[in-house]
C-alpha cells in the first residue's frame, strides 16, 4: 500500500481544512487507516484512526468533537475533517495504514499500522 496525504496549509484558529489520503494497493477496503501528527521537538502522535469496517473510530482527546474521520472506498481515500482548529493543531500530518484488521484498542498505537504517507503541513496561526 502507498499513501499520499493532501490538504495541508495555513488556517488561522477557529478555521477547518480537510486533509486526504489517497491509497495505491487492491487491500484498501480491508485496512485499518489512521491520522497521527508530529508537532516540530515533539513525538508523533496519535489522532485519529478507523477500522476496515467505516464503523468503529477512535480519536485522541484533544481533537475529539473537533475532528472528524471517514473513507471513501469507491476513492480509495481515507479523509480527516478539522473543525475549530487551534494554534496547538499545528504539525505535520501523516496517515497510516495496515492490512490487519485492528481492533478498537489497537487503533491509536503507531507500531499497529504497516505503511505511512509522507505527510502534508498544518499551520495554524492565532
Known amino acids: 500500500v502507498q499513501l499520499q496525504a493532501s490538504g495541508g496549509g495555513l488556517v488561522q484558529a477557529g478555521g477547518s481544512l480537510r486533509l486526504s489520503c489517497a491509497a495505491s494497493g487492491r487491500t484498501f477496503t480491508s485496512a485499518s487507516m489512521g491520522w497521527f501528527r508530529q508537532a516540530p521537538g515533539k513525538e508523533r502522535e496519535f489522532v485519529a484512526g478507523?477500522?476496515?469496517?467505516?464503523?468503529?473510530?477512535r480519536y485522541a482527546d484533544s481533537v475529539k468533537g473537533r475532528f472528524a474521520i471517514s473513507r471513501d472506498n469507491a476513492k480509495n481515500t481515507v479523509y480527516l475533517q478539522m473543525n475549530s482548529l487551534k494554534p496547538e493543531d499545528t504539525a505535520v500530518y501523516y496517515c497510516?495504514?495496515?492490512?490487519?484488521?485492528?481492533?478498537?484498542?489497537?487503533?491509536?498505537?503507531?507500531?499497529?499500522?504497516?505503511?505511512w504517507g509522507q505527510g502534508t503541513l498544518v499551520t495554524v496561526s492565532s
Open positions: 478507523m477500522r476496515s469496517s467505516g464503523t468503529t473510530t
Open positions: 497510516a495504514a495496515t492490512s490487519r484488521g485492528l481492533i478498537w484498542s489497537q487503533l491509536h498505537s503507531r507500531g499497529a499500522y504497516d505503511y
